[in-house]
């Protein structure tokens, strides 16, 4: 079960952090030292909507934890995707934005509803030139190694395609026609059933369970419940991240903690709380601090504010 929200201080002794500026990591040398990244959805909107101040805290707590690099849930340019690989989208939204040196890490990022808006092929193609972004698939694992020894593999899951709203005009507005999911489910089950990494961590667009209600249908997606929930149970997935909802939000539900970290420009203007421990509508992000035993996540709000820390226990 999630932890009670910890004070400012007690989140920052959570990655290891001196409390006085500038912040630094009393373990950056150390090999029981986290890996640290961090995470972020819904932002391309040319630095509006306090995109470019969460762009500013997430370059000083990207500094401060020494984050190896950033996720990014998806809807990586509003209104309507990017147009080709020189879309001036690229500059006014991430290039120019996203400056600090602590951010000029890989971007392991995921496709959104609005990046099917435009052309999401272009998307994969800026992977061949960029240094930082990183999409080479529409769905995909990497691993990465905490210093401690502990692995984590990620699996960045393309789930726009299993969204049936989006068929029922042809998929004319979200071009998601002619993707093959159930491809994308056999490899997520494959390769989740052949990890050997101490973590199993799962990336997705869309949330399985939201606090936000729709349709009078509970929050989420019934599409993802059906379909990639009962994939995350079978093998005790500790954490499912997102976006697409322009919040912050924590739920616990069987095996699986969902963080919902869809708050990187313009927000909604409340929180549903159905099923949540914690949301906010404050423009912000995620840091995650992973060793063997423990996966310690703060959201942090465009203020430099801590709001809300949760640590999950590895799975046993």
Not at 120 to 137: C, E, G, M, N
Request: charged share 20%; proline share 6%; with cysteine.
């Amino acid at each position: 079960m999630p932890l009670k929200p910890l004070s400012r201080r007690q989140a920052l002794q959570g990655f290891g952090l001196a409390l006085a500026a500038p912040f630094a990591p009393a373990w950056a040398a150390s090999p029981q030292a986290p890996l640290t990244f961090l995470a972020v959805g819904d932002w391309g909107r040319d630095g509006a909507f306090h995109q470019a101040e969460v762009a500013a805290r997430m370059g000083e707590t990207a500094a401060a934890i020494r984050a190896k690099f950033v996720i990014s849930v998806g809807d990586n340019f509003y209104e309507d995707g990017v147009a080709g690989v020189d879309d001036p989208k690229w500059r006014t939204s991430f290039e120019d934005v996203y400056t600090a040196p602590s951010l000029q890490t890989p971007w392991q990022v995921a496709l959104g509803n609005h990046d099917y808006h435009g052309d999401t092929q272009a998307q994969l193609d800026y992977s061949k030139t960029s240094r930082r972004w990183r999409l080479p698939a529409r769905w995909r694992s990497f691993t990465e190694t905490a210093p401690d020894g502990a692995t984590a593999e990620f699996f960045v899951l393309d789930t726009s395609p299993f969204i049936s709203d989006y068929y029922a005009d042809g998929a004319v507005k979200v071009k998601v026609g002619g993707q093959d999911t159930a491809a994308q489910l056999a490899w997520f089950e494959a390769a989740m059933a052949r990890s050997t990494a101490d973590w199993k961590l799962v990336v997705g667009h869309h949330p399985i369970y939201s606090g936000n209600l729709r349709k009078g249908e509970g929050g989420g997606s019934p599409d993802l419940v059906a379909k990639l929930d009962p994939i995350l149970q079978h093998h005790r997935v500790p954490l499912y991240l997102c976006g697409h909802d322009h919040d912050l939000q924590h739920i616990a539900h069987g095996d699986t903690h969902y963080v919902c970290t869809g708050a990187g420009s313009k927000t909604r203007d409340s929180c549903g709380m159905a099923g949540s421990d914690f949301c906010s509508v404050e423009s912000g992000f995620t840091a995650f601090a992973l060793t063997r035993e423990t996966l310690h996540i703060a959201y942090r709000d465009w203020k430099g504010d801590d709001l809300h820390v949760v640590d999950i226990p590895r799975p046993v």
